[in-house]
T-cell receptor, first 110, second 113 residues
Framework: QQPVQSPQAVILREGEDAVINCSSS?????VHWYRQKHGEAPVFLMI?????EQKGHEKISASFNEKKQQSSLYLTASQLSYSGTYFC???????????FGKGTKLTVNP | DVKVTQSSRYLVKRTGEKVFLECVQD?????MFWYRQDPGLGLRLIYF???????EKGDIPEGYSVSREKKERFSLILESASTNQTSMYLC????????????FGQGTRLTVV
């Protein structure tokens, strides 16, 4: 079951913040966040496994809510290099089978 | 560095042909995946394999089959290619359990004419 991502697209100026959400109707085993730049393969950012977990990666961090049905990706003080499409991937029921959302296209302008 | 290698970057095939897309990873990963990527639809899972000869259907398995005879190699087979299978195909692998992320190949752009 494909997770739902929102928003579909966001345009920022350098230095602005953004939040990307990923939700599922069922409790998740794990949430994975990836970024894909145009013409390139998706690249792993981080994985969340536990309800209530928060993780950071430079100025990009993510949370996983207590019910393990929603995750958010936080991009603070955005840089031009943050531009790309962000995907959340989710797994259910202890399985490693990873299903992705439709993606959020982030554009950071000077 | 983990490497996931797909055999072709670009392929052009005729309708009705049997098509093989090959994927090889060099890090002894248990899990391997085949996705297709189309504009506005994101990454859709075709098949997943969690061990040699073990597979699970993804969301869109119709018209596809897979083969995993060796741990490092995962093949996607289009039994009879059709124009609606024109797409970007991405292979990925990961080390289970989910304590680490996955790695994607560079993709194969398949055009069926």
């Amino acid at each position: 079951q494909q997770p739902v991502q929102s928003p579909q697209a966001v345009i920022l100026r350098e230095g602005e913040d953004a939040v990307i959400n990923c939700s599922s109707s069922k409790a998740l085993y794990s949430v994975h966040w990836y970024r894909q730049k145009h013409g390139e393969a998706p690249v792993f950012l981080m994985i969340l496994l536990k309800g209530g977990e928060q993780k950071g990666h430079e100025k990009i961090s993510a949370s996983f809510n207590e019910k393990k049905q929603q995750s958010s990706l936080y991009l603070t003080a955005s840089q031009l290099s943050y531009s790309g499409t962000y995907f959340c991937g989710t797994a259910q029921g202890g399985s490693e089978k990873l299903v992705f959302g439709k993606g959020t296209k982030l554009t950071v302008n000077p | 560095d983990v490497k996931v290698t797909q055999s072709s970057r670009y392929l052009v095939k005729r309708t009705g042909e049997k098509v093989f897309l090959e994927c090889v990873q060099d890090m002894d990963h248990e899990n391997m995946f085949w996705y297709r990527q189309d504009p506005g639809l994101g990454l859709r899972l075709i098949y997943f394999s969690y061990d040699v000869k073990m597979k699970e259907k993804g969301d869109i398995p119709e018209g596809y089959s897979v083969s995993r005879e060796k741990k490092e190699r995962f093949s996607l087979i289009l039994e009879s290619a059709s124009t609606n299978q024109t797409s970007m195909y991405l292979c990925a692998s990961s080390l289970g359990p989910s304590s680490r992320g996955g790695f994607f190949g560079q993709g194969t752009r398949l055009t069926v004419v």
